[in-house]
């Protein structure tokens, strides 16, 4: 007779099944994991915490999309990692890592802060919590450079471009994985070095490998050459044939490796003296004479991470490496060094004031040792992973490595020098017809050198400048029987792309003999006539007419309403118009050229004359300073 099976039990027996696969593929994931076959790994916890909540799975599951580059799902990961309750310090820092990565600065910070709470003596990471905090220091120079995504870049990765000769030698993982091996950190083909001549247009020939022995199995790449092309030193995994090379924890390190010149073709290899099988050693970077080899390694002894290192050559024989020093190397990694005609050096760090990811610094070398690092900010940086940078000899451009569109791989990018420009565009109209101006002569004067041009408008009444950065300059149009009008223009913090037109007025109101034109704004208090502050902006306005048209001659008149008696009035108008006229030759304007004239209310503009009621509004018509030009000309 069959035993009856029921709903509960059948339930039970379905958890526990699950429990045990999901266990299952756990102990498979970390199985992977511990061999850094990380893109491997990532399907079993993912099956593995499809069936159950497993704290660590979800931190391997994180830490290895980090290791694959998978910024997005890293991220996303991370944010349930942390909310765990045994995360660890370092998984907050991680997590402020990828969120600097995502350009989410505020949100680092948080957590960068929450790190430094468990661990408040981190140098290191107060320092990258300080970069959260001023993101906008690093966009300062944003506008300097132009970058473009090179043709070369063909969906694979594509990275640390070197000069070699009339060509560009790079490292891929490009090629079919039907035909190359594939390396379990990424599921990709395993790395190689090709070379193409890039022609006068930019355009890429197509690349080819390099030649001879140095594109071996396993990883090779990136590669440095000395100066005159003889010899090229370049980091290769620990194998020799077709033996892999183990540390004692069973990891395969990289190498660097010396190869010699024939032909066309890269023969006679020799490793480094100071490779181990326990450690790595890679990306040299080689002086010109070859004697001087900057590289990156994890030996002993560091200050955490990959570290740089100087090694240098004596005799045919090589020194010990030298850590190039805490000012240089962080607890983060320092990758990548190349050398620009053996006087500065370029590295990438994810340490120090830092974007996110790696970033690119450059450093000052004197006979051969560094100096402080400077982060080369953005747009030579990004939030992601920036390294492999070579300038060309004129300094004005070159190539970058970067994974900046969001890829989980790595692209070759020209950069080359935004050449800001400045140009003013302008016109000089009739202020009453607003029609153009010809026979202006507008001048140009730099307020900070001094320096002065000068146009003259045609019908069309259009002029034009060529403006430098990070100049004020006071633009003055000039006509005979016109006023002259002013305008200030400055290129001051401005960052623009080329050919920045900025339009000017420049309006000349023709100047008629006897006309009276009202000075705005000038007021006086009760039964006063001292120069009020408000009253001496409209009077400022009128000394800058005197200064620019030192020709004309004015009378300069007060006028009062009809309330109060005449005599008073006119006695008050013409101490008004004196006090104003002591302003101005004060300021500058010769005497002989301004006289003051007091009217009282004898010329007023409306019906208010004595015994009509006007509103106050009326009345203010009448109280108005005014000036007229008596006579101009030479």
Known sequence: MMKKVTHHALIFSSVLLMSSCAMYHYKEGNRLYEQMAYHQAIPEYQRALSRKDIDDAHMKLADCYVKTNDVDLALDEYAKAVQLGNAEPRHYLEYARLLMRKGRTADAKVWFDKYLEKMPNDAAVQELSASAGAPEDFKKDSLAWLLTSEKVNSGESNFSPVYFNDKIVFTSDRGSSSWRKQYAWTGRPFLNMFQSKVDSTGEWSKPEPLAGDVNGKYHDGPASFTGDGKTIYFTRNNYTLKKVGKSEHEVVNLKIV????????????????????????????????????????????????????????????????????????????????????????????????????????????????????????????????????????????????????????????????????????????????????????????????????????????????????????????????YFSDTAPVSTMGKTVSENMHVMLKLELEQIIIDKPIVLENIYYDLDKWAIRPDAAKGLDALVTIMKENPDINIELSSHTDSRAKDQYNLTLSQKRAQSAVDYIIAHGVAQKRITAKGYGETKLVNKCTNGVKCTESEHQQNRRTEFKVTSFGP
């Open 258 to 481: 010396e190869a010699s010149a024939k032909d066309t073709s890269w023969v006679d290899m020799k490793e480094m003296p100071f490779n181990s099988n326990d450690y790595s050693c890679g990306h040299p970077a080689i002086s010109k004479d070859g004697n001087t080899l900057y590289f990156v390694s994890d030996m002993p002894g560091g200050k955490g991470g990959t570290d740089l290192y100087i090694a240098r050559k004596s005799n045919g024989t090589w020194s010990a490496p030298v850590n190039a020093g805490p000012e240089i190397n962080t607890p983060f990694n320092e990758m990548f060094p190349t050398l620009y005609k053996d006087s500065l050096l370029f590295f990438s760090s994810e340490g120090h004031r830092n974007m996110g990811g790696l970033d690119l610094f450059k450093s000052t070398l004197t006979n051969g040792n560094p100096g402080a690092p400077e982060n080369m900010n953005a747009p030579i940086n990004s939030t992601y992973d920036d390294f492999g940078l070579i300038m060309n000899d004129s300094a004005n451009g070159g190539y970058l490595s970067s994974n900046r569109k969001q890829s989980t791989q790595d692209n070759i990018y020209s950069f080359k020098r935004n050449i800001i420009q400045f140009t003013l565009d302008g016109i000089a109209v009739e202020r009453n017809t607003q029609l153009p101006l010809a026979g202006v002569t507008v001048e140009m004067t730099n307020v900070k050198t001094g320096k002065k041009e000068s146009v003259v408008t045609g019908d069309d009444g259009k002029f034009m400048f060529k403006l430098d950065q990070n100049s004020e300059y006071t633009i003055v149009g000039t006509k005979e029987a």
